[in-house]
Each structure stands twice: as structure tokens, then as C-alpha cells.
């Protein structure tokens, strides 16, 4: 239906082709960087980083990394089932699990690192009768889930020494006055308006008093943003040590934290990209070398990969259900 929408709109008036025109080359030139960084780790370092911690990936490994996958994949669907009843949209905590294993299946083995995330939105919505209200609830669940990783990151890195410890002050300072900015313009916003962003910005204050800050809501939203966060730190300091690291946990984890802080930048080659390189700098920064740095996040890579396989199942089910009701 969209695609048929986007033909008839394109046919009475050519103008508006531009926009996916522009979203199309956003999407590239997002490949383009992840690509990019990728090969400038390839020609800084050549490609051992990448392919010595692969090779000490075991079965002990695996396990703990599907066992932890478990965690983090059921921790994000109770917050996205917090996040969706909280904006009116129905999701059984099942249901909302192995849309959750799909999308990280997707997003780790497809350009870009959101089109899993995109998926679940966009089908959840349908499903629930209100597109609309499904592709929200997914937007929101993502932010809170990043906001609680930024507050985490930023008291970690206070608390442990790295190379953007300098820097924190003035950073948090900044972050702090433009979020009161933006909740002050949220707090004096009129109930109604005719400007369209403004509706826009009034559903979205709505959305986050009900979905995120809601009585029966924020407790829990922040327990299961916390327990991710920790599910995917351990992940990262496994991956490390699988990698044959061996510097201490209070050097390591400040540096594997900036390289998952990275992760949020959706300019990355099925979740490659911009994680090695931030883990390059930061693992040299602290007086360890780039190489190790690359082989934690390739390994990290790989983990997550191996975790996410379930969700190739919940989409092999979906894929021998629907023949059979044809």
C-alpha cells in the first residue's frame, strides 16, 4: 500500500520523488561510512585484528554469549511491552520476545543495524490494527533505552579512568542544558495547535508521559533498560577476554563501554563499522593497542551474532507457517 501510494503521489507531482530520492541516498552514504571505517581499520591494521579473536572463539564462549542473549533479548521486549501498553497498544511479552530475537537477527546480518528494529515496529503496528502507535512504541523503547546507556556511560566513565574522562564535565554540561531546553519547550507546549509539528510534539509528550514516565510504567522501564545495559557490557568484556585480553576489568570496561556507545550510530555494516573503530582509538588511548581493541569488537560481533539465532528460527517459523494457512 505505501509503494502504491508512493507511485500515485510521484505520477500527479513529480516535487515530492525527492524526499525517498534523499532518504535512499542517506541509506548509502550510512553503508558508505560504515564501509569506509571498515577499510581504513583494514589498511591501518591489516586484517589479523579481525580475524585472530575469531579464532579463539569456543564452545564456553558461545554458550555464555546465548546465555546473556537470553537476558538482554527478554529484557528489551518487557521494556518495549511497558512502552507499547503504555501508549495503548496491546503486546503479549511472548510475542514481543520473538519479535525482539528477529529484529536482532536482522539488524545483525543487514546494512545499517535498525532495518530488525524497523521490521518489528512497522509489523507489530499492523498487527495491533495502528501502524502508527506500533512504529512509537518502537521509537520510544529505543530512546529510553539510550538514555539509560548515556546516564550509565556517563557514571562509569566519571568513575573509571579513560581517554574522554577530561572531556566529561563540559560534555554533561552541554547534554544537561539542551535536555532542559527541550523539556521546558515540552512543558510549555499548548494542549493544541494547527501547525502540524506541533500536534506532532503534543502526541510525543503524551507518548512519553504515558509510555516511559507512566505510574505503572517507568519503574519497570528503567530495570529492564539497566539489566540490558549490563547484559550487553558483559557481553562485551566476554568477547574481550575471548579475544585474549588481559588487562584489568576497571581499564577494560570504560573501553568497551565508548565502543558499545558507538553501536547507536546507525552507519554500520551488519553492526560493523564504527564499533571497531571507536574500540581502535579508545583501546590505544588507554596505552593498550588498536589491534586488541579491533579483535574485542570483531569478536563482540560474532557473539552477538551467535546469540541472535534464534531469531533466524522465529523467522524460518514464520516462513513454513504461512505457506501452510495459504
Known sequence: MGEQAGAVASATAPAPATAPTRRSLWGWARLGLGLAVLAGLVYWLGTDPFLAGLRLIDAPALVAALALGVLTTVCVAWRWRLVAEGIGVRLPLAQAVAHCYRAVFLNATLPGGILGDVHRAVRHGREAGDVGRGIRAVVWERVAGQVVLIAIGVVLLFAFPSP???????????AVAVLAAVLLAAWL??????????????????????????RRTWAGVLVASALAVAGHLATFLLAARTAGSTAPLTLLLPLTLLALLAMGVPANVAGFGPREGVAAWAFAAAGLTAAEGVAT??????????????????????????????
Open 164 to 174: 574522554v574522562r577530561p572531556y566529561l564535565p563540559v560534555a554533561t554540561a552541554v
Open 189 to 214: 507546549l499548548p494542549e493544541s495547535g494547527a501547525s502540524r509539528w506541533t500536534r506532532a510534539l503534543v502526541t510525543a509528550v503524551s507518548d512519553v508521559r504515558a509510555g516511559l514516565l507512566g
Open 297 to 326: 569488537a570483531t569478536v563482540y560481533g560474532a557473539l552477538v551474532l551467535v546469540a541472535s539465532l534464534p531469531g533466524a528460527a522465529v523467522l524460518l517459523a514464520r516462513r513454513v507457517r504461512v505457506p501452510a494457512t495459504v
